[in-house]
């Protein structure tokens, strides 16, 4: 007699020993995550949270900028701050601009204030432009070196009978030329180097010499324009240009050097490099001074300004590999050249998010940004798509710092819910940290600084640290690290490659955790909002737990983690069964 047997169930087990990132994808590898709190991948090939942060509970207010130069610095409340020491002067008022500081030698440049500062020493410090305005001025015509020109016949015809030496000036033309006569050759030969010397008590004292400036005020002399300061003293400036006469200026006068209003600024090759939307150009001051960006000589060392004829404003702008960039959303224009005239070439690629200029960073020997479609690594060709494990959703407002081989990057949904995304470049891996507001990177001695948004104030921290502490003084002088962190995460729906039912008998987790810490693990059975917990087990050394879970058969099966402290996870060994098509 035979009697009726079942068929003995087939099961498996799967280790997970190698962990990846955060993947936002309807199917993602089973050992990728699909939503991730406070994770890293700092222990790779180990899963385990991010560091702690540091905050400084001094330094907190409405901050408008933030740089590292040797020392942090930042704008809090109208003052500058460098390495934590309150700079008194200059003062920036209460303006609400976004700042943007640029390094050129010991200076620390920053717009759109167009101020400056010697970051060895803070009494050195200025305005980029300069204006002088008063009334009552002298033109008179001289040589080279400042000698006054007291006879000479201006005309338009030549004079006749003239004597070796006579002097005259030529007006017949746009614009008059002193000439002197020379025997010898028997005609007027053009003297060189003539100049006109704008005497007035305290015009010389806020220029320098080679300055480019613009006189306005000036149009009974005929000179009103722009011109190279060429000669300078408290009380007159010499440019090249010629009167009739000497003249005097009763009305009143400027004499100004101005400095574009520029949108983006960087430094590249000892020039400061911006660009204007509202006009479509690009500028460079004269090589090593900050202040001249209209000095026109036809010598290497001379000011540059170009215009563009692609639609759309600059979005951001940076040096790279000798070149420099200035971004649009759809396309960027590279600079090339070591000396005016400089060659400007433009490739159609996708370029930074209008939202998302502070995005662009480099890491190594990479750019990486916020374009309108996704994150991009950019090395001089075409930009890679390196975001798409993010998924789908449109980020915008992004803000990102770098250290390490890690990309940070602060970006919003399309709810307006701020995400911290880390990239980690060597591994080309996502992870999630959490909803932190970030207005603000900066990279100081292999810290990641950054200002965040907490409540009704601003606040600096630090979000990747060698050194937690700093090497600072003032109200940067120390930091407190963050209480025991809490994370979680959820893998994605398990099971998708068996076309039949199945179950899961346990879990082997192998990890440890320091004292206090804790782990839980619950599940979700065929995409159910339900979670169901089967385990919390607390840890303080390394060690194996097992965790009994004994789910219903089902097609597919997610599991969340969470837990709290510093627990690092080796291994996940999973026992599952293979049923039949019915739900049992």
């Known amino acids: 007699m035979y009697k009726p047997f079942l068929d003995k169930t087939d099961s498996r087990n799967d280790l ?17 995550f699909a939503s991730q709190q406070n994770m890293s991948l700092r222990r790779f090939p180990a899963l385990s949270p991010r560091s702690k942060r540091a905050y400084s509970d001094s330094a907190k207010g409405y901050f408008y900028g933030l740089f590292s130069k040797e020392k942090l610095c930042y704008i809090r409340d109208g003052y500058l701050y460098i390495g934590g020491e309150k700079i008194l002067e200059p003062y920036f008022g209460q303006s609400s601009d976004e700042r943007v500081f640029v390094s050129m030698g010991s200076r620390l440049v920053i717009f759109p204030d167009k101020v400056y500062i010697n970051t060895k020493d803070f009494s050195d410090f200025g305005y980029l432009e300069a204006e002088f305005t ?28 003239p004597q070796n030496g006579d002097l005259w000036l030529d007006i017949s033309g746009e614009a008059p030329v002193l000439k002197q006569f020379s025997e010898s050759m028997g005609s007027w030969l053009e003297l060189s180097g003539t100049r006109v010397k ?12 080679h300055d480019g400036v613009t006189l306005s005020g000036f149009e009974k002399a005929g000179i ?40 983006f600024v960087c430094e590249s090759n000892n020039r400061l490099w911006g660009c204007s939307s509202e006009k479509n150009e690009i500028y460079a001051s004269r090589l090593g001074d900050p202040t001249n960006f209209s000095a026109y000589e036809g010598i290497s060392t001379d000011s540059f300004a170009v215009s563009v004829g692609t639609d759309g404003e600059f979005t951001a702008c940076t040096p790279y590999r000798g070149y420099v960039l200035f971004f649009k959303e759809n396309c960027v224009h590279k600079i090339y050249g070591q000396n005016p005239p400089y060659t400007v070439t433009t490739s159609y690629i996708r370029g930074v998010e209008k939202t998302s200029t502070k995005s662009l960073v480099r890491l190594n020997e990479t750019l990486y940004y916020k374009s309108p479609t996704g994150v991009c690594a950019y090395e001089g060709g075409v930009p890679v798509d390196v975001g798409s494990d993010l998924g789908e959703c449109r980020y915008t407002r992004a803000v990102a710092g770098a250290v390490g081989n890690r990309y940070y990057v602060c970006m919003s949904d399309n709810r307006g819910e701020r995400h911290l995304f880390c990239f980690d470049e060597e591994r080309a891996m996502w992870t999630r940290e959490d909803n932190v507001d970030i207005s603000h990177f900066a990279v100081n001695d292999s810290n990641l600084y950054f200002v965040e948004r ?31 962190l809490t994370w979680s ?95 049992v």
């Open 454 to 484: 907490h409540n009704e104030y601003h606040r600096i921290g630090i979000i990747d640290s060698d050194n937690m502490y700093g090497y600072f003084s003032g109200e940067l002088k120390g930091f407190e690290i963050e209480d025991k």
């Open 224 to 263: 009103s324009g722009d011109y190279i300061i060429k000669d300078i003293g408290p009380e007159f400036i010499t440019i090249t240009a010629a009167v009739s006469s000497t003249i005097t200026i009763t009305d009143e006068f400027t004499v100004a050097r101005r400095v574009p209003d520029m949108d």
């Open 198 to 209: 704008i005497i007035c008590p305290g015009i010389g004292t806020q220029f320098k010499l």
């Open 489 to 583: 995460f959820k893998t994605g729906l398990w099971g998708l490659d068996l076309p039949v039912n199945k179950y899961y008998n346990s879990f082997t987790i192998r990890g440890k955790g320091e004292k206090g810490s804790w782990l839980k693990v619950s599940y979700s059975i065929n995409s159910s909002e339900d979670f169901v917990e089967c385990a919390k087990e607390y840890l303080d050394e390394t060690g194996s737990f097992n965790i009994r879970i004994n789910s219903p058969r089902c097609d597919h099966v997610q599991f969340a983690f969470e837990g709290e402290g510093d627990v690092t996870i080796f291994s996940i060994m999973r026992n599952i069964g293979v049923g039949s098509e019915v739900y």
């Open 16 to 32: 997970i020993s190698t962990f990846g990132g955060y993947v936002n994808k309807t199917i993602i590898p089973e050992n990728c």
């Open 134 to 161: 008063a009334s009552g001025a002298e033109c008179r015509l001289c040589s080279a070196n400042g000698e006054a020109y007291d006879s000479y016949l201006p005309s338009a015809t030549e004079p006749q009978d």
